[in-house]
């Protein structure tokens, strides 16, 4: 995905990015209503009338409707030289100190060759310390605040939000209590007796038995339909054409 | 000013229920990329195609299908597996209650403010506000919003309640994927980087930091739209810390630092 440096003070440590959230449901596949034959995602150009594969694809900045600035990766690199390759812990913070508000998509960073140690050195001093690394890092057109966090001995990097992309919230609280004292310490109770340990597998769990049991069902209702079968080529195309395409999406639509 | 009204919902756990309103808590602005053919600089669409017939497919003839042995789908419509609770319901049931530093930010995702529905008369939302921060609690729930199952945290903000979705726990990748090996790292070096960290603790104040190169982009866009040249520049790599200068290279931030 990506792939640099992180430092602190005079420690250089080489990493690379891991994805650490993914998409977890029992996934379903998308088919033609007519054939039941499965979909491939594809970039089509409305003017050729084709799929253009992904070497022939470039990012661009509409200028003024309908025109278009084309904009290449060595240029987007080449705005920050300085942080598009490196990310430079600032300061150490108490990530207590973080309004939650602030996070807004987890990674890993996991060491590349030789830099094993000093990951290692990291992760367990931020551990020891309760700290957090606060850096500043770019990505394609963005540039990130981000928390380097240590998470179970390894290294999570957390993109923060700006401070003037956070809504005032201002006026929606009310200024006034309104319950009787009794109906209060009733609802302190209700909290008191429900309170638990975090479990999220818990969630994920039930999540899972309903979409197997409605398959379940399914089965009993339905016969399963069978895709035409294809001649010699994949359903898919080539799979590192859909990843490529797939990673292009990523970084231009959704985040970095 | 606070953003427009998002959605509306209760509140619910044991005999309570607090009627509440849904506003955004952060947007985004961003310069925004298209994807270009390159011969002809036309803007791209993304389109389903069929891998039989090589035709666009479009999305009302577009279904859901699950594998159940190569080739063979159960056609399942994905609505139905959304609705946990009726959307009608407009219910946001709390599960259970945590202390709040126990959930992890990897799970964290997207966070809304409630305002009190004071159409729907809601006594109870300044007490449960005011009992979440004392406990420092959170509570878990579940609510269906425009045809989608949520599952997110309740917390309180000084007097305001904010609700924020959170990842479900098999969408989050465990730290344990990494596969780390063990390395010993000498008690020295520890308490050296400790050292070197807390030197260079300062509070966190994201009022400092903006997007500066959003605006140094802006500034390459323009030149390239009048036709100038651009220069390139490499960008800058950092040579890695040997394993074994890890420790003097320790030394010397901390004396930088004092």
């Known amino acids: ?256 | 000013m606070p953003s427009g009204t998002i959605w509306k919902g209760s509140i619910h756990f044991g005999d309570t229920d607090v009627p509440v309103k849904l506003h955004s808590a952060v947007k985004q602005e961003r310069i925004q990329f298209h994807l270009l053919h390159q011969s002809d600089q036309v803007r791209l669409h993304q389109q389903m195609f069929c891998a039989y017939e090589k035709i666009p497919v479009p999305s009302e003839d577009q279904i859901k299908g699950f594998e159940v042995e190569e080739g063979k789908y159960l056609i399942v419509d994905p609505e139905e597996l959304e609705l946990t609770t009726p959307e009608s319901s407009r219910m946001i049931e709390v599960h259970e209650f945590v202390k709040s530093a126990q959930i992890s930010p990897l799970y964290l995702d997207h966070t809304y403010y409630l305002e009190p529905d004071s159409d729907l008369k809601a006594p109870g939302y300044s007490e449960l506000a005011e009992l979440l921060q004392v406990m420092n609690a959170a509570g878990i729930c579940t609510w269906t919003m425009r045809k989608r199952s949520y599952l997110g945290a309740l917390q309180a903000s000084g007097t305001l309640l904010r609700l924020c979705t959170m990842r479900y726990a098999d969408e989050v990748i465990s730290a344990a994927s990494l596969e780390l090996q063990e390395i010993a790292v000498s008690e020295k070096e520890l308490k050296i980087g400790s050292d070197l960290v807390n030197q260079l603790t300062a509070p966190f104040e994201p009022y400092k930091f903006v997007d500066e190169h959003q605006q140094r982009l802006q500034k390459l866009i323009n030149k390239k739209a009048r036709g100038e040249k651009v220069v390139l520049l490499r960008p800058r790599t950092l040579q890695p810390t040997p394993p074994d200068g890890l420790l003097q290279a320790l030394e010397a931030s901390l004396k930088k630092a004092a």
């Open chain 1, 1 to 256: 995905m990506w792939n640099g440096t992180i430092s602190f003070s005079l420690v250089a440590i080489p990493v690379r990015l891991v994805k650490a959230v993914t998409t977890g449901r029992i996934s379903f596949r998308t088919l033609h209503r007519t054939d039941y034959s499965p979909l491939a995602r594809k970039m089509f150009c409305p003017k050729h009338g084709t799929v253009v594969s992904p070497d022939e694809i470039v990012r661009g900045y509409e200028l003024v409707p309908e025109r278009y600035l084309p904009i290449t990766d060595e240029e987007l690199e080449s705005v920050s030289p300085d942080r598009s390759r490196t990310i430079e812990i600032i300061d150490f913070i108490d990530l207590g100190e973080v309004d939650p508000l602030y996070f807004d998509h987890p990674y890993y960073l996991a060491p590349l060759k030789g830099g094993e140690k000093a990951y290692r050195l990291l992760a367990e001093v931020m551990h020891r310390t309760n700290k957090a690394g606060l850096a500043k890092f770019v990505m394609v057109e963005r540039e990130y605040l981000v928390a380097v966090v240590s998470m179970e001995g390894a290294l999570a990097m957390i993109t923060l939000h700006y401070s003037g992309e956070v809504l005032p919230g201002d006026g929606l609280a009310p200024k006034d209590a309104k319950l009787e004292s009794a109906e209060k310490k009733r609802m302190e109770r209700s909290i008191k007796n429900m309170m638990a340990d975090f479990d999220p597998a818990k969630y994920a769990d039930k999540r899972r038995e309903k979409v197997v049991d409605l398959l379940k069902l399914k089965m009993k209702e339905q016969a399963p339909v069978e895709a035409p079968a294809l001649e010699e080529e994949d359903g898919e195309g080539p799979a590192d054409l859909v990843a490529a395409l797939e990673e292009i999406m990523r970084e231009v639509k959704k985040k970095p």
